[in-house]
């Protein structure tokens, strides 16, 4: 029997995006998957979309109608009977030879829980985040330079019983905008998974900034809000969380003082938010 992946999309506004995601699926040179679409759109946007690709591999469309990446991930979860479960943005893009690599290395590797990857933009350098360019195990310090959501891939045993903090995340409710991910392999980490990060294991993920307009300033404070919230929720110590707070601050007036003012206000959003994350107990917006 063919190892099997479950792939969880969340997916919310958006028709061209998913049906590009999609597209990638039906490339993929490994076949031993299904897409778990969790559609959170109050209309039907996206059957034609779905009913096309479902000659094609197989698709089960769930319907969740309460806002959330993370309950949407949730909702996956708990309908997921495969070997292994991945958690792809409706936005980003799978190479074709990507499925057939993650099955490739849990069959090599069967004492790893987990492996993730790293994000790349139409030029294939890292997109939304820093990756680290160094492969290896994950830990409590490295965590937020080797894993994002989209580049998730888990053992479905390994994280039976565990869920995405609802309050994280985009559309949570909450100003913890981001994070959820993070949290999820920091639980697993401590119940004592193995994880590994590859960075040559890449997912396609366009660069949300360019341009800095107000949306993006908006998402680097939620963002930043949602990474500060997590160090304090996992019991970072002091210094790790002063540390959050130095790379901003110095991006911040780097961009200032070569007057790329927009640039310097979006880290200062993520300065402000991480800051907020880390002192404040409430998540009202």
Known sequence: MLTRFSLVMPTVGRVKEPERFL?????QTFRGFELLAVDQNPDERLAPVLGAYGALFPVRHL?????????ARNVGLR????DFVAFPDDDCEYPSLLLEKVAQFFKRHPEIDGLTGRLVDEKGESSILDFDSEPGLLNITNVWIRSIEATIFLRRDSVRGLWFDENLGKGSGTTWGSGEGTDYLLQLLGKGASLYYDPRLTVFHPSPV???DAKAMR???EYGCGRGHVLRKHEYPLHARAQSLVGPLGRAAGAAASLRIDEAGYQWNILRGRLRGLLSTTDVI
């Open 219 to 221: 998402r680097a404070y």
């Open 23 to 27: 597209a990638s699926l039906a490339a």
């Open 63 to 71: 319907r969740e109608r309460r806002a959330g990446a993370s309950r």
């Open 210 to 212: 360019p341009p800095y």
């Open 79 to 82: 309908h997921s009977c495969s």
